[in-house]
């Protein structure tokens, strides 16, 4: 008899009537033999309602008030799921973030889990009950109760089934992970298998299904991930260890984002410290930069780009204007309408190749990139926003996505 | 530099404009020099739509379940007001009923405190923080959330103001106590002062301000209660130790019920045991009877009355109809209009004649009643609703109330 760690999100238990039919999947899955803990989210907009009411009292609302608040969310789940399984005449117990045991360390909203007490669950699930756990949501050493911020839930739901030895199946709004998004290339393949490497790469890149840190942690603790459909019984897609039956494609997926801006800084002089100057002023106001493409030293002159984050953008302007101030004669270039093309494979690191097809494919279709970066298992360039159907068409038949 | 507990009912808190304002009726007593601990409750209307959706899901949810359901009310509640002092520039901290230390036992959905780790309260308190508790929750030995039930989050501040040694501000929607109910008789005087044991009588009787749980417990640590306006600086009631100065009135108060009915059984057999088996069949049944009044024997047979609460009819029904069984040839009835007014003074306990006089205004005014009971400090009778208004008016004016 296995331990099946299930993890529903806010759409999926969004209303009542959702509530309940999740708890007739888990009794039915319960009632197959399997021992079950299950984490939710907070119901639909939950979530945004409170912290809408916590800025209508201030614009910087104090952290650990807000982790105070928020965390009703889940509260509110849990016991509504526990009740309908009763309902259902299974015994089941809801326990909140911290009455799992989820031990966390770092800041309000945006804590970690350092550890899992999983004494209470354990105990729960030993008395046949099934296990219904507040997702995102723990305490730290002071007693606190934190949050884990985003894709929080998921991170609960894998790092449970660490703790259990279990696999933890992500019941969300989507079927699965696809070589490409549908809504990009409609004929695009469901995978029935993708390794963690993988996954973090294309969740990194803008795949929404899961947030790259519970990757992370699956992929540390060995946790086979399935991700399928809440609402139906649709197969979906195993995250998992790598096998020699994944190898076969050299390219897994390709990702698509439309969330940077590009920045080019052109006749930066050649001297010791400047460049360094650049993405210091950057990093200390918490700019994340992604793509950085540098051209070698042209008549004492540099010239580079890189990319940001577009909800960075004031903040961003603000730096550049300070950088600009330091390095007379530079000049700036903004380029808003800019998207990032990622293909991703673990058959990277084995087959070359790649990397002279893409090249290849852009220039027959005659698409412009503007950078390219590579990792062992990933090739991205950034291309113009206006080539970006074009692009994903060109590439996705290429590879047979 | 004194300790003060202060409660904020649900409708003192139940917009976000009105948390604004009891944050700065604190912060305004805060910069007047004492250290205060807040008591608050949910939102307005919040608990009912919290336990409208577990009804919508079962029609007898899980009691454990309810009470991880409906403690959010009062964090969400904890967390905003918390955000608010925060905003004004005092420094807070919100705190669950299980992080205060409220230790309950018994029933969940009416658990009672059995104790108060107070050390996580009295820490924050000697910081300087203002600290505001979740009122109605606390936590049991096996760590699960409790709800108090009925007047819980009263309790709770009470119960923090015994440990603390401090004084209970109750600010609610009414300015204070009043010997008659002003709906009932506008031209009621406001008491300055009440004590325990009327407050006692005078809340057991219908007198809505407070229950009686928590002035019980006022009175067994002689915690001064004051009772006030949350949303004026008007005076209000001290509820405290009888002194004295109080002395000097016979009777303090009036109160009217019409939440009960009346029912009456004759021609019981007037044999050993019976009249005991009509109130062990109500008692094993939860029903909870008040007046009993009883003739003597006469030709072999009793007829006996007593009252009952009007929410509890339908089990009643249920109980008489099996008592018939068993008791032939008796005769039921019920009499469901029918009003329990009261008259309350310590100084009944050293002055006679009270009863005297309400006699003389019955029957000045004409009014029958059904039954009369008496306690040291209190006299009750069962008057038809017909005649309330009436007699309120008579007792009032007689007792210069």
């Given at each position: 008899?296995?331990?099946?760690?299930?993890?529903?999100?806010?759409?999926?238990?969004?209303?009542?009537?959702?509530?309940?039919?999740?708890?007739?999947?888990?009794?039915?899955?319960?009632?197959?033999?399997?021992?079950?803990?299950?984490?939710?989210?907070?119901?639909?907009?939950?979530?945004?309602?409170?912290?809408?009411?916590?800025?209508?009292?201030?614009?910087?609302?104090?952290?650990?008030?807000?982790?105070?608040?928020?965390?009703?969310?889940?509260?509110?789940?849990?016991?509504?799921?526990?009740?309908?399984?009763?309902?259902?005449?299974?015994?089941?117990?809801?326990?909140?973030?911290?009455?799992?045991?989820?031990?966390?360390?770092?800041?309000?909203?945006?804590?970690?889990?350092?550890?899992?007490?999983?004494?209470?669950?354990?105990?729960?699930?030993?008395?046949?009950?099934?296990?219904?756990?507040?997702?995102?949501?723990?305490?730290?050493?002071?007693?606190?109760?934190?949050?884990?911020?985003?894709?929080?839930?998921?991170?609960?739901?894998?790092?449970?089934?660490?703790?259990?030895?279990?696999?933890?199946?992500?019941?969300?709004?989507?079927?699965?992970?696809?070589?490409?998004?549908?809504?990009?290339?409609?004929?695009?393949?469901?995978?029935?298998?993708?390794?963690?490497?993988?996954?973090?790469?294309?969740?990194?890149?803008?795949?929404?299904?899961?947030?790259?840190?519970?990757?992370?942690?699956?992929?540390?603790?060995?946790?086979?991930?399935?991700?399928?459909?809440?609402?139906?019984?649709?197969?979906?897609?195993?995250?998992?260890?790598?096998?020699?039956?994944?190898?076969?494609k050299v390219i897994t997926g390709l990702?698509?984002?439309?969330?940077?801006?590009?920045?080019?800084?052109?006749?930066?002089?050649?001297?010791?410290?400047?460049?360094?100057?650049?993405?210091?002023?950057?990093?200390?106001?918490?700019?994340?930069?992604?793509?950085?493409s540098?051209?070698?030293?042209?008549?004492?002159?540099?010239?580079?780009?890189?990319?940001?984050?577009?909800?960075?953008?004031?903040?961003?302007?603000?730096?550049?204007?300070?950088?600009?101030?330091?390095?007379?004669?530079?000049?700036?270039?903004?380029?808003?309408?800019?998207?990032?093309l990622s293909v991703v494979g673990i058959g990277m690191k084995s087959q070359s190749g790649v990397a002279a097809k893409m090249f290849k494919i852009f220039a027959d279709n005659k698409i412009e990139f503007k950078q390219v970066t590579t990792s062992e298992i990933r090739i991205s360039y950034t291309i113009?926003?206006?080539d970006?159907?074009k692009a994903v068409?060109a590439v996705a038949k290429e590879f047979n996505l």
């Amino acid at each position: 008899m296995a331990i099946v760690v299930q993890k529903y999100g806010g759409t999926s238990v969004g209303t009542i009537d959702k509530i309940k039919n999740i708890a007739k999947r888990i009794a039915k899955r319960k009632k197959q033999g399997d021992d079950i803990v299950v984490v939710v989210s907070a119901m639909g907009k939950t979530t945004d309602i409170l912290l809408e009411m916590a800025n209508e009292i201030s614009s910087n609302p104090d952290k650990r008030e807000l982790d105070m608040l928020i965390s009703t969310g889940e509260q509110v789940s849990i016991a509504l799921l526990t009740i309908a399984l009763k309902e259902l005449g299974y015994d089941a117990i809801s326990l909140t973030g911290p009455q799992a045991g989820i031990i966390t360390v770092g800041f309000h909203t945006k804590a970690r889990i350092d550890d899992i007490d999983i004494k209470n669950v354990k105990t729960n699930v030993g008395r046949g009950k099934i296990v219904v756990v507040a997702g995102f949501q723990g305490v730290d050493e002071e007693g606190n109760i934190t949050t884990l911020g985003r894709g929080g839930s998921d991170t609960t739901a894998v790092a449970l089934a660490a703790k259990l030895d279990a696999i933890c199946e992500i019941y969300t709004d989507v079927d699965g992970i696809y070589t490409v998004d549908p809504r990009l290339f409609s004929t695009a393949k469901k995978l029935d298998n993708i390794c963690y490497e993988e996954m973090v790469e294309m969740a990194s890149l803008g795949a929404g299904v899961m947030e790259t840190r519970s990757i992370e942690i699956a992929q540390r603790f060995n946790v086979p991930i399935y991700v399928a459909l809440s609402s139906e019984e649709w197969p979906g897609t195993y995250i998992k260890e790598f096998d020699e039956s994944m190898e076969s494609k050299v390219i897994t997926g390709l990702s698509v984002s439309d969330d940077d801006i590009m920045i080019t800084i052109n006749d930066v002089p050649n001297e010791i410290g400047n460049i360094a100057m650049v993405f210091e002023k950057l990093a200390s106001n918490d700019i994340n930069i992604d793509m950085i493409s540098q051209t070698a030293p042209s008549r004492g002159y540099i010239n580079i780009s890189f990319t940001v984050p577009k909800s960075d953008k004031f903040l961003v302007d603000k730096v550049l204007e300070k950088i600009k101030n330091k390095l007379t004669g530079i000049e700036i270039n903004i380029e808003e309408d800019i998207t990032k093309l990622s293909v991703v494979g673990i058959g990277m690191k084995s087959q070359s190749g790649v990397a002279a097809k893409m090249f290849k494919i852009f220039a027959d279709n005659k698409i412009e990139f503007k950078q390219v970066t590579t990792s062992e298992i990933r090739i991205s360039y950034t291309i113009n926003t206006n080539d970006k159907e074009k692009a994903v068409v060109a590439v996705a038949k290429e590879f047979n996505l």
